[in-house]
């Protein structure tokens, strides 16, 4: 094995090559496509509209000041005090009382976008101190409890994987913009952590507060996919608005090396699974799917329709085209759903409907669904998708009671990915 006079390798040293040859497989496979990442132009739905980017920042940005800083009746962003590693500060749902790492991670991934450093560490802050579960004897040691109290105590503790999967990212990204600190802000150490605990968490059932709980994996490495919860029992099926390979393309490059091909595979079925699960005439996707894309049949279908998780859907798939440019069926798509919407009536049109295009009781004409609609712009190719772009800078800043928190946090997002300012920040 081994020539003469030669000393054998040490573990580092093998463990080493190994690592190094992973690395390179995988490199070697990625194809960064012709997309922003490849190119580093990010599309500009609204100057196509004939507005200036002045006017976009000048939107988002009284977007931000008016759901982060705005009267008692405008916000969602509270400071919450401080502690050793500086203040703190929550987004709440206002509308359930509760705090959620969907709209904690949405916020953190706004503030980055935005270059919002002091409002990203304190909504990070806030999330480690009070949502992140550091117990080797619980359960969901590594994740982060998906539901708290205003006061930083839970209301479960388990977690939710979309919530994990935007702090990786948000973290990422703060790392490639501001660098990484000390402690819980060594951004770029922490998107790794989390990113690893999500495929790597061991089986453990164990008790909480609110009874025994199993946790486990947050992907099914058989499919490679992203699971609605960690659990392997009778949970064990997806949500098509979880899916996101347009971040799973970059932690093929960014994370683990270990785990870098399979996120690059979990990308490609992402894309197969938009096309499973949505409806072949309307395009609308259910709120939770089998790993086949079979609509879930728990709580007698109750999400088996289009409904408030898989608005986000469209946005998904259309951010993966904008960023990446791989797969055309998501042009297809967009242009199928948009077609769907506008045959609904653009000023009109309901947020909650059977998959192929029945009206559920909730009529409203919701501002994140609006939203989300045109975002599906930037993969669209028919004319139509103007009319969606334009019905978004036309919208005002959502701020009813039931608008604020959900709707808000994806109308600013929104803003963002259609004015090309929601950006790609390789992490140092």
Request: positive net charge.
């Given at each position: 094995m081994?020539?003469?006079n ?6 580092l040293?093998?463990c ?5 040859s992973?690395?390179?497989a995988?490199?070697?496979k ?8 490849a ?8 100057q ?9 920042k ?7 000041q008016q ?5 008692t009746?405008q ?5 919450a005090?401080?502690n050793e590693?500086?203040p703190?500060?929550?987004v709440?749902d ?5 705090v959620r ?6 916020a ?8 919002k ?10 999330s480690?101190?009070?949502?992140y ?16 109290k ?14 994990e999967?935007?702090y990786?990212?948000?973290?990422y ?7 990484n ?5 060594n951004?770029?150490?922490?998107a ?16 909480t507060k609110?009874?025994e709980?199993?946790v ?5 490495e058989e499919k490679?996919?992203?699971r609605?919860v960690?659990?392997?029992?009778r949970?064990?099926?997806?949500d098509?608005s ?6 799973y393309e ?8 270990a785990?870098?091909?399979f996120w690059?595979a979990a ?12 409806n072949?005439q309307?395009?609308l996707?259910?709120?939770q ?5 079979q ?8 999400f ?17 085209w ?6 055309t069926?998501e042009?297809v ?7 769907f919407f506008a045959?609904q ?10 998959l192929d295009?029945?009206?559920l009781l909730?009529?409203?004409h ?15 190719t028919?004319p139509l998708?103007?009319?969606?772009t334009?019905a978004?800078w036309q919208?005002?800043v ?5 608008e ?6 994806l109308?600013i997002?929104s803003l963002?990915h ?11």
């Open positions: 081994f020539k003469r030669q000393k054998p390798l040490s573990i040293s093998l080493l090559l190994v690592c190094l992973c690395y390179s995988v490199a070697q990625l194809n960064n496509g012709a997309g922003a990442y190119t580093h132009h990010y599309r500009d739905l609204f196509e509209m004939g507005h200036s980017p002045k006017q976009s000048a939107k988002i940005e009284a977007a931000f759901l982060f800083y705005g009267d009746s916000v969602i962003y509270f400071k005090g401080s590693n500086g703190m500060a929550y709440s206002i509308a359930h009382y509760d790492t969907e709209g904690m991670s949405y953190m991934m706004i503030a980055v976008q935005l270059n450093k002091a409002e990203f560490d304190a909504l990070w802050n806030w480690v101190t009070h949502m579960v550091s117990s080797p004897q619980h359960p969901s040691e590594g994740y982060f409890s998906w539901s708290m205003t006061d930083g105590t839970p209301n479960e503790e388990t977690p939710a994987p979309d919530g999967e935007y990786v990212m948000a973290l990204f703060a790392s490639g913009r501001w660098g600190g000390q402690g819980v802000y951004y770029h150490a922490w790794d952590k989390i990113l690893t605990t999500m495929r790597h968490h061991p089986l453990k059932t164990g008790p609110f009874g709980r199993t486990s994996v947050m992907v099914s490679k996919m992203i609605f960690p659990s392997t029992n949970w064990d099926f997806s098509p979880y899916h996101l390979p347009a971040f970059l932690w093929a490059r960014w994370g683990p090396v785990d870098r091909s690059a990308a490609d079925s992402s894309r197969s699974y938009f096309q499973k699960s949505t072949p309307t395009g996707a259910p709120d799917a089998d790993f086949e894309g609509p879930t049949k728990r709580r007698n279908g109750q088996s329709h289009f409904g408030f998780d898989a608005w986000r859907t469209a946005s998904n798939w259309s951010v993966d904008n960023w990446w440019h791989k797969d069926n042009q798509l967009s242009n199928r759903i948009q077609a045959s009536g653009m000023n009109t049109y309901g947020c909650q409907y059977t295009g029945k009206q909730d009529a409203r919701a501002s994140g669904l609006l939203a989300t609609n045109a975002v599906a712009s930037l993969a669209a028919q998708s103007r009319k969606f334009e978004l919208a005002p959502p701020h009813t009671w039931v604020r928190y959900y709707d808000g946090l109308y997002m963002m259609c004015s090309g300012n929601y950006r790609i920040y390789s992490p140092r």
